[in-house]
């Protein structure tokens, strides 16, 4: 405590007197963190420029001379271009059967009443022990057996479903006011329509949340899509970093090439959380509650 007052004291008498030592030092210690996170992401953007010569020279950490050419070795001669539309699509096609599945789950558990059914939303979160991982031998069996090995269906079935999903939406729901669904159902309002002009309205920014989450979830897939997926053509852009590593010149990882690769990758998901981060930190703030 002592070394720590004496610090601070030290600190306050360089700093100036309108600046508060507390402040400096929690705003100091947030740029370093800062700084730190982001250095390895600093470095590969750094390294995306440089020849395989000068990513080895270990005191070499300026601009290299390859400039932005290794992206456009990735994208022309390691067809990455593709495994990005493929990742797209995969990722778009999660986020839509997700969301859509969700909300009709979410809507049937909170506006419903059937038997057991507090034992069926019990039994949709006990899911959540059960990751893709965990599944692949009985999944990939379930696959070959319906003939969808290699295909777009076998990257994205087994991901529709999420629990998580579910609960995110069910508690969303039962936060509405019970007055405004009494109303819809004076009104005659059916489920459906219920789900499209009320629901849905006034879960924009939840269901925002959950697809900023699913879209970064989809595409940083690369276990599932590695096994199931023989053909290289329709591969994902995960496993086409994997390709990459491949790369060498005379006897050295390419890793200007890769770090490129990497970057690419980034873009895409980084995107979307910018333009999202909005509705993606209320359901994060939900989630807390």
């Known amino acids: 405590m002592a070394t720590s007052s004496t610090s601070e004291s030290t600190l306050a008498r360089l700093l100036p007197e309108d600046v508060d030592t507390e402040q400096a030092l929690v705003h100091g210690g947030l740029i370093v963190s800062i700084f730190l996170m982001g250095l390895p992401l600093l470095l590969a953007l750094i390294m995306s420029t440089q020849t395989t010569t000068?990513?080895?020279?270990?005191?070499?950490?300026?601009?290299?001379?390859?400039g932005l050419s290794?992206?456009?070795?990735?994208?022309?001669?390691?067809?990455?271009?593709?495994?990005?539309?493929?990742s797209v699509v995969m990722s778009i096609i999660i986020v839509?059967?997700?969301v859509t599945l969700s909300?009709?789950?979410?809507?049937?558990?909170?506006?419903?009443?059937?038997?057991?059914?507090?034992?069926?939303?019990?039994?949709?979160?006990?899911?959540?022990?059960?990751?893709?991982?965990?599944?692949?031998?009985?999944l990939f069996d379930l696959m070959a057996r319906l003939g969808w090995g290699n295909t777009l269906m076998a990257i994205t079935g087994p991901y529709i479903a999420s629990?998580?999903?579910?609960?995110l939406f069910r508690q969303h729901f039962m936060a509405i006011p019970a007055s405004l669904v009494e109303n819809a159902h004076l009104d005659g309002v059916g489920?459906?329509?219920?789900?499209?002009?009320?629901?849905?309205?006034?879960?924009?920014?939840?269901?925002?949340?959950?697809?900023?989450?699913?879209?970064?979830?989809?595409?940083?897939?690369?276990l599932w899509p590695?096994?199931?997926m023989s053909d290289q053509n329709?591969?994902?852009?995960?496993?086409?970093?994997?390709?990459?590593?491949?790369?060498?010149?005379?006897?050295?990882?390419?890793?200007?090439?890769?770090m490129a690769g990497a970057v690419i990758a980034l873009l895409p998901p980084l995107a979307v959380l910018i333009v999202l981060h909005k509705p993606l930190l209320e359901t994060l703030a939900i989630q807390q509650k």
């Open 54 to 66: 000068e990513v080895y020279e270990v005191t070499n950490v300026g601009i290299g001379s390859q």
């Open 70 to 86: 290794n992206y456009g070795t990735v994208l022309g001669e390691y067809n990455f271009g593709q495994y990005m539309i493929n």
């Open 96 to 98: 839509v059967g997700k």
């Open 103 to 138: 909300l009709f789950a979410a809507l049937a558990l909170v506006y419903y009443r059937f038997p057991y059914e507090r034992a069926v939303f019990m039994f949709i979160l006990l899911t959540l022990l059960l990751p893709v991982p965990v599944r692949i031998v009985p």
């Open 163 to 167: 629990a998580t999903a579910v609960f």
């Open 191 to 222: 489920p459906l329509t219920f789900l499209w002009k009320v629901l849905i309205p006034m879960s924009k920014g939840m269901i925002a949340g959950v697809s900023v989450i699913t879209f970064i979830y989809a595409w940083n897939q690369y």
């Open 226 to 228: 590695l096994i199931i």
């Open 234 to 258: 329709k591969q994902v852009v995960q496993v086409g970093l994997r390709f990459l590593q491949a790369a060498s010149q005379s006897g050295l990882t390419r890793w200007g090439i890769i």
